[in-house]
């Protein structure tokens, strides 16, 4: 399944899924919490894990379900989409992202 057939919800879940299965440690601390209390805290990681990786959440969750060729073009597609609909020149937004293209 490519990149593009998921929607974003699925594409996030298979994600969070992807990244429980990378952070051991994070699931034996939250063993014996609430399933509801285990979500919220597997998202709040997961955002910290994206910032710490210089990336936003949606960036993480690319990287997380698609090729690396995939992850590229898309996520360079979807800040294209971005600076356009925010109206700001390509170069500029890059500069602003510190997207390096």
Same mark, same amino acid.
């Given at each position: 399944?490519?990149?593009?057939?998921?929607? &974003?919800?699925?594409?996030?879940? *298979?994600?969070?899924? #992807? /990244?429980?299965?990378?952070?051991? $440690?994070?699931?034996?601390?939250?063993?014996?919490?609430?399933?509801?209390?285990?979500?919220?805290?597997?998202?709040?990681?997961?955002?910290?894990?994206?910032?710490? &990786?210089g990336?936003?959440?949606? *960036?993480?969750?690319? #990287? /997380?379900?698609?090729?690396?060729? $995939?992850?590229?073009?898309?996520?360079?597609?979807?800040?294209?989409e971005?600076?356009?609909?925010?109206?700001?020149?390509?170069?500029?937004?890059?500069?602003?992202?510190?997207?390096?293209?």
């Amino acid at each position: 399944m490519t990149v593009k057939e998921l929607t &974003q919800e699925a594409r996030h879940e *298979e994600a969070l899924k #992807k /990244y429980m299965l990378d952070a051991p $440690e994070l699931m034996e601390e939250i063993k014996n919490l609430s399933a509801d209390d285990q979500k919220d805290q597997i998202q709040w990681a997961f955002e910290d894990e994206a910032e710490a &990786q210089g990336l936003q959440p949606w *960036e993480l969750t690319l #990287k /997380y379900t698609s090729t690396p060729e $995939e992850y590229e073009a898309t996520r360079l597609a979807l800040h294209k989409e971005a600076a356009e609909v925010l109206g700001v020149e390509w170069e500029e937004y890059c500069e602003m992202n510190n997207l390096v293209v």
